[in-house]
């Protein structure tokens, strides 16, 4: 029999405690050296404390699994959870975070950019400062897709889509400006010292590019959305010419082309091309429902003339948000 299974779980787990706290230490002191001269020491520290804690993590899993008040919270908030009228402050609340986190990057930056008029030689704080941006140019995308609204209705979600779309656009503008924001001042801190020249036509050339990525993420979502409200346009006169039509297997495998190409546009990001880090027009499982309504609704119309109300009645709020962002020759 190995030691380690001999050992008492609770005395490991002490341990492991003990190692995660040490942890913690290690990690904040190596962050308030960061400024000194031991850099080095300051790096290996904080990220040596850092691999403790996420090594020792789970040893606090159940802590609080034998204390009555925390029990009794606990079944509170997850009856809570449930009730509609939580959920929609749950999620007004996600909503103000991101919206708090997204106006404190750009106040930073505009901070940051005083820093540097004001105090030109500080070049290591502000290339420590310039890390946060970076931080934010990979973190930013993750925490708006987390803050996205979850639990209100498919209707809630159809008729939010406009703001849905505007939230995402914003949220990548501010993120790839935090990126080019890096890079500048990373070129700044290696430029200053060596070619101060550099620094004019570097900043010039990284500020057109922060304008030209603005301007393509814009021009993405006008062309997105005029596609997607002509494709939807199609559906809407291919679904309105089935009911007693002769031919009528023809005409609902036109409904059924349009509605491939509105599901495109529905699955497709509106923000960036790279969908890990993108935002549909509608969350998936939205787009599997009205896909399935549309299929049942395709079947009917043969016989029932208005068996596509519903379906026409969400795809025409679609088109409304739409409408404020349409651009034919974007």
Request: hydrophobic letters at 45%; proline letters at 4%; aromatic letters at 8%.
């Amino acid at each position: 029999m190995s030691l380690r299974v001999r050992i008492p779980v609770p005395l490991r787990a002490r341990w492991q405690r003990v190692v995660f706290l040490l942890g913690c230490v290690l990690n904040l002191w190596g962050n308030s050296l960061y400024d000194t001269s031991d850099r080095a020491l300051s790096l290996t520290l904080f990220f040596v404390g850092l691999g403790l804690v996420f090594l020792t993590r789970r040893s606090w899993d159940g802590i609080t699994d034998n204390w009555p008040a925390l029990q009794r919270t606990r079944r509170w908030a997850a009856r809570k959870r449930k009730e509609p009228k939580w959920r929609h402050r749950w999620e007004r609340l996600k909503l103000a975070v991101w919206s708090v986190v997204v106006a404190g990057v750009v106040l930073y930056a505009w901070k940051l950019l005083n820093s540097i008029a004001l105090e030109p030689d500080r070049v290591a704080e502000h290339f420590g400062s310039g890390l946060t941006f970076m931080a934010v140019w990979v973190l930013l995308p993750l925490l708006a897709q987390s803050a996205e609204p979850k639990a209100p209705s498919k209707q809630e979600l159809l008729e939010r889509m406009s703001a849905r779309i505007g939230r995402a656009v914003i949220n990548r503008q501010v993120a790839n400006a935090a990126g080019i924001y890096f890079a500048g001042v990373l070129v700044y801190t290696l430029v200053f010292d060596s070619r101060p020249l550099l620094i004019v036509p570097a900043a010039v050339t990284l500020g057109g590019a922060m304008i030209a990525t603005a301007h393509k993420t814009w021009t993405r979502l006008r062309k997105l959305s005029t596609q997607l409200y002509s494709n939807i346009r199609t559906l809407e006169r291919d679904l309105a010419v089935i009911p007693n039509a002769e031919g009528a297997s023809e005409k609902q495998d036109a409904a059924r082309r349009s509605w491939d190409a509105v599901e495109l546009d529905l699955g497709t990001s509106v923000d960036t091309g790279y969908n890990l880090f993108g935002t549909p027009s509608l969350p998936p499982e939205v787009t599997d429902d009205l896909r399935e309504r549309v299929e049942t609704a395709i079947e009917a119309l043969k016989d029932d003339a208005t068996a596509a109300k519903e379906v026409l009645d969400d795809l025409s709020k679609i088109r409304e948000a739409c409408l404020g962002r349409l651009d034919s020759v974007a």
